[in-house]
């Protein structure tokens, strides 16, 4: 089943304590896909979720780079409905900041865009935003991130959605 | 009633996104005991066992005495009756 469920959970970059290691010699290809363990957030930080319209998010991997130098950048759009305060907020927020995004896929599949090193990026409004031109438009904003990374991974661990304590 | 076995540790209560069940809300008292103990044996990093959850939901078989005397289900006399009777044959 293709596409992304209806929520991505984001945070800022900066306040993520610890990032679940990357895999080290790994034995068989689906450990050289997993990450180990739980991101984890600063206290008094947590992460968020967004809500998108249904079918209108794509996590989307691309290949760059040259021979013997290959990475990745992947992207994650959406569309969220409606222009409320809490979407404007985001995006005033979000152009200029550092971000980690935890995207499930509609199999269940957690893609983590953001490590130690890199964070996820805002990189424009693939679709615009904005109130449309008749009633019958659909009032909302898209958004596109992206991030770097030399390999791709799994996220396996939980997404604390309240404020970290310790 | 599952926060007399477990305490909800490092965040404040409220909602994770838990690999094994979703998003769970743990500021709520009607979480089922079987999915907070599947969590907690799974290795969940949000839950930490109180000392009488440790009493309830593990207790120690080897503490309990008898160890080696086999708990058997009680059987009805009738039972008993016939399966004295199949051995004398």
Redesign the interface.
Known sequence: MGGITQKV?FGYHADVATFPPKPVAPATLETAAALTG?L?MKAGK?MFEMYLTDDTGEFKIDPVGEVDGKSFVSHLTLFHPGLQKKIIGFMNAAKNENLVFIVVDSNDNKFLMGDALRPAVYAGSPDGGGTGKTTASRAGMSAEFTYKTANIYLY??????????? | MWKRYFKFIKLKPGKVVTAQFGQIDFSADNIGIEIIKALYESGFPYLEITEEGEAVLYVDVSKLGNTDKKIMPKRSKKTEIISSEMLED
Do not use: S
């Not at chain 1, 396996?156 to 310790?166: D, Q, R, W, Y």
């Open positions: 959970y739980d984890t947590r396996e661990g939980n997404i604390p959605l309240t404020e970290a304590t310790v």
